[in-house]
């Protein structure tokens, strides 16, 4: 149980151009969603946290209107990075939660902007 | 932002060697978890811990909680080639947010 998804697993695109990332729960509803990004050799740093049905709220630093971030229904979160930028190519994970506490992540998108 | 500082931050080691990696913060944590990420997939958490002193084993792996709830430690016995990934220490913030540690990466060799 508890297994969250990622899609697309990777992703080039081109600069200027918008990608978006799909994370869903698979077997259990999801009231929280949060959003990381990981550079190479480097730790998680969280982006984002979505719950369903409200507004996303960023951490410092994070661009709301770069990385749009929406929580349609309890088991899809999107992230879109728009008008991508080599210094946007990343690692990026999801990961969920229900009820409780515990962090449910997903396999991450890797995502290159050439 | 409380930072997480881990040490090393690398590590290259032969099977069968022990090894300790540390957490350490300048804040008291309410609860700690260790994770492990594999390239090119995500954190698969190994243990939350959550009183001061506190001791949890898994197989090989043993996890302590500062007394002071400040610091933690991982400690391997007889590692092996599969115990090689990036390891994370992370706490529980306010709205179940995680910050994680800077990480430590363990390459286990034959």
């Known amino acids: 149980g508890a297994v969250v998804s990622q899609h697309p697993s990777w992703v080039i695109c081109k600069s200027g151009t918008s990608v978006k990332i799909e994370c869903r729960s698979l077997d259990f509803q999801a009231t929280t969603m949060f959003w990381y990004r990981q550079f190479p050799k480097q730790s998680l740093m969280l982006m984002a946290t979505?719950?369903?049905?409200?507004?996303?709220?960023?951490e410092q630093g994070v661009e709301k209107d770069k990385f749009l971030i929406n929580h349609a229904s309890l088991t899809l979160s999107t992230l879109t990075v728009t008008s991508a930028h080599p210094e946007d190519s990343s690692f990026y994970i999801c990961?969920?939660?229900?009820?409780?506490?515990?962090?449910?992540f997903g396999p991450g998108t890797r995502l290159t902007v050439t | 932002t409380q930072l997480l500082e881990q040490s090393p931050q690398f590590l290259s080691i032969q099977e069968g060697e022990n090894l300790t990696v540390y957490c350490n913060s300048s804040s008291v944590f309410s609860s700690l978890q260790w994770y492990r990420q594999e390239p090119g997939e995500g954190p698969v958490l190994l243990v939350t811990v959550v009183t001061g002193g506190e001791v949890k084993k898994l197989k090989r792996l043993t996890f302590q909680f500062g007394d002071a709830r400040k610091d933690s430690s991982l400690h391997i016995t007889a590692a092996q080639t599969g115990d090689t990934g990036l390891y994370l220490c992370a706490r529980t913030g306010t709205a179940s947010k995680l910050t994680f540690g800077t990480g430590t990466r363990l390459q286990v060799t034959l």
């Open positions: 990961s969920a939660r229900d009820f409780g506490v515990e962090q449910y």
């Open positions: 979505s719950n369903e049905g409200s507004k996303a709220t960023y």
